[in-house]
């Protein structure tokens, strides 16, 4: 049994819980919801941990001259590691759920368990600052739960204090369920909770000596549903504000109350200086002006930052580097070679918080703007350009969910004009692209099309299954129908890897049947997983 929680536990707990989520990474991969082959929650969080233990070994039990506790500096290290290293959504909140553990108790000279306690409330709150828009059923409530269950033993037993954390977590992972209904429908829990509970129940063996681990609940009857809720901001609204802030605390407040009122994702952070502070304010709203103004009332708003469905940190004071540089995530090598004859650098799919911030700094711009091409990319992207800021790079991010979105940002590109307009008319282009994808069905699922089974053919019309067929070739043709019922002008083609011969010609026949006065451009993609990628503009 241990007592405290010092640097030798921390690294010990790092390791068994990379151990662990190692072990579980398939199940944890299987509980996504989604019926194609890409569910990759245990992969993410098993490449993030894996960075916080090698920034903890890189570091050789050394300490700065001044800061933290060897406890403290070994916990900021494993959280930064995480964060550079963070893939998907589920890596980025893990990372802020180790960096608010580790601020609670840098500094205190033991942690047992009331640190231990106030240590995971801390995390909950970095992960819940961390999401534009929290959803209850995720792994953010099951976070919570544990912190609450601790805080109520109000104990200094540090091994009761985590198991009792640990068993509140797994009961809060089971009831997921019941608050996410596409989770119901799955018949699963949570991947993310289900990946914390693992780390909790690792932490637990450490201080104990003894195994916690628990398997996950069994999975009802039902099949998996085709979507699930996403934690991100509402598209209700078009625009990112964000800015800096030098204002008294109680004037806060009343900025909360009105900004909450025009939008959604709203973050107000503080850099806890009283009663004067400065605060870093970000929101999704419609009415730009309107969100300037409650800054204006508030106190004194600078390096205003306005772009469109993007989560932009304000770049502080750095160092001036020149001109400005587009980074691209990509999946498949023709689709590189279309965007690096854009201009653009390009990053392989699923890259680290860390592998996104090398391509941002290697581009020597001083102004970056990134195309994540994918909803947990994104999250990634955001805390890249969270951390570009030290550097003196503003980094804007455009939340493109797809390759033929970002394509279509990219052609509208002007170095002529502002940076932030120029970010907002990519945005507003990538915007105007629908995009479809056609897939093969991996598992039986209820979609909102009607069930499907392994092998069927899938059309995702910007993310929900629309069609569902037999045959490739005609289902990406009836896609294509269906999008262009809608309006557009020109269509745009990615072939898979696994697209077979002739696969685009046929598209293009018949759009010139169905739709002679549509341009067609076909290019060879080689992505995974999907034959067929279609853009409509």
């Known amino acids: 049994m241990l007592d405290t929680l010092d640097a030798a536990a921390v690294r010990r707990w790092c390791a068994s819980g990379l151990a662990a989520l190692k072990r579980h990474q398939g199940e944890i991969d299987q509980l996504n919801v989604y019926p194609v082959p890409d569910g990759d929650t245990g992969t993410n969080l098993v490449l993030t941990l894996t960075s916080a233990q090698q920034a903890l070994a890189m570091d050789l039990d050394t300490l700065p001259d001044s800061g933290p506790t060897a406890h403290g500096h070994a916990l900021r290290l494993m959280a930064q590691g995480a964060l550079l290293g963070a893939r998907g959504n589920s890596g980025v909140i893990l990372s802020q759920i180790l960096r608010g553990f580790a601020d609670q108790v840098a500094g205190?000279?033991?942690?047992?368990?009331?640190?231990?306690?106030?240590?995971?409330?801390?995390?909950?709150?970095?992960?819940?600052?961390?999401?534009?828009?929290?959803?209850?059923?995720?792994?953010?409530?099951?976070?919570?739960?544990?912190?609450?269950?601790?805080?109520?033993?109000?104990?200094?037993?540090?091994?009761?204090?985590a198991g009792v954390a640990a068993r509140a977590a797994a009961e809060a992972l089971a009831r997921t369920p019941q608050q996410l209904p596409a989770l119901a429908r799955a018949g699963v829990v949570d991947a993310g909770g289900r990946g914390l509970c693992v780390l909790l129940d690792a932490l637990v063996e450490v201080l104990t000596g003894e195994s916690a681990a628990r398997p996950a609940p069994p999975p009802r009857s039902a099949r998996p549903a085709a979507t699930v809720a996403r934690e991100t901001g509402s598209d209700e609204y078009a625009y990112e504000v964000q800015f800096l802030l030098?204002?008294?605390?109680?004037?806060?407040?009343?900025?909360?109350?009105?900004?909450?009122?025009?939008?959604?994702?709203?973050?107000?952070?503080?850099?806890g200086r009283e009663p004067e502070g400065t605060w870093n304010v970000h929101v999704h709203v419609n009415d730009v002006g309107a969100a300037v103004e409650a800054g204006v009332a508030a106190g004194r708003p600078y390096r205003?930052?306005?772009?469109?469905?993007?989560?932009?940190?304000?770049?502080?004071?750095?160092?001036?580097?020149?001109?400005?540089?587009?980074?691209?995530?990509?999946?498949?090598?023709?689709?590189?070679?279309?965007?690096?004859?854009?201009?653009?650098?390009?990053?392989?799919?699923?890259?680290?918080?860390?592998?996104?911030?090398?391509?941002?700094?290697?581009?020597?711009?001083?102004?970056?703007?990134?195309?994540?091409?994918?909803?947990?990319?994104?999250?990634?992207?955001?805390?890249a350009a969270r951390e570009a800021h030290q550097y003196g790079i503003k980094v804007s991010v455009v939340p493109t969910r797809s390759p033929v979105q970002a394509l279509a940002a990219l052609a509208v590109r002007d170095g002529d004009r502002r940076f932030e307009d120029d970010v907002i008319a990519m945005a507003?282009?990538?915007?105007?692209?629908?995009?479809?994808?056609?897939?093969?069905?991996?598992?039986?699922?209820?979609?909102?099309?009607?069930?499907?089974?392994?092998?069927?053919?899938?059309?995702?019309?910007?993310?929900?299954?629309?069609?569902?067929?037999?045959?490739?070739?005609?289902?990406?043709?009836?896609?294509?129908?269906?999008?262009?019922?809608?309006?557009?002008?020109?269509?745009?083609?990615?072939?898979?890897?696994?697209?077979?011969?002739?696969?685009?010609?046929?598209?293009?026949?018949?759009?010139?049947?169905?739709?002679?006065?549509?341009?067609?451009?076909?290019?060879?993609?080689?992505q995974p997983f999907y034959p067929l990628l279609v853009g409509i503009e």
């Open 428 to 526: 507003e282009a990538a915007g105007a692209c629908r995009y479809a994808e056609v897939c093969h069905a991996s598992r039986e699922a209820l979609t909102v099309a009607g069930p499907c089974r392994p092998g069927d053919v899938l059309a995702l019309v910007e993310g929900e299954v629309h069609l569902i067929g037999t045959d490739l070739t005609d289902t990406c043709a009836a896609v294509v129908d269906r999008m262009l019922g809608g309006g557009g002008e020109m269509v745009t083609l990615l072939t898979g890897v696994d697209a077979p011969a002739g696969l685009t010609d046929a598209v293009r026949a018949h759009v010139a049947r169905r739709w002679p006065f549509v341009e067609v451009h076909a290019y060879l993609g080689g």
């Open 246 to 271: 030098d204002a008294r605390v109680e004037a806060v407040a009343g900025l909360r109350r009105a900004l909450d009122a025009l939008g959604d994702s709203l973050v107000v952070v503080g850099d």
């Open 108 to 161: 205190v000279p033991a942690v047992r368990g009331r640190e231990l306690a106030a240590a995971l409330r801390s995390g909950t709150a970095a992960a819940y600052a961390a999401v534009s828009r929290p959803v209850e059923g995720t792994v953010l409530t099951v976070v919570a739960a544990a912190a609450t269950a601790a805080e109520g033993t109000d104990s200094d037993d540090l091994p009761a204090v």
């Open 304 to 383: 205003i930052s306005v772009t469109r469905f993007a989560d932009q940190p304000a770049s502080p004071p750095g160092p001036v580097v020149a001109g400005r540089a587009a980074v691209v995530v990509a999946t498949g090598g023709g689709i590189a070679d279309l965007f690096a004859a854009e201009g653009a650098t390009v990053v392989p799919a699923n890259p680290s918080t860390g592998e996104l911030l090398d391509a941002v700094r290697s581009t020597g711009a001083a102004r970056v703007v990134v195309l994540p091409n994918d909803a947990n990319t994104e999250a990634v992207a955001s805390a």
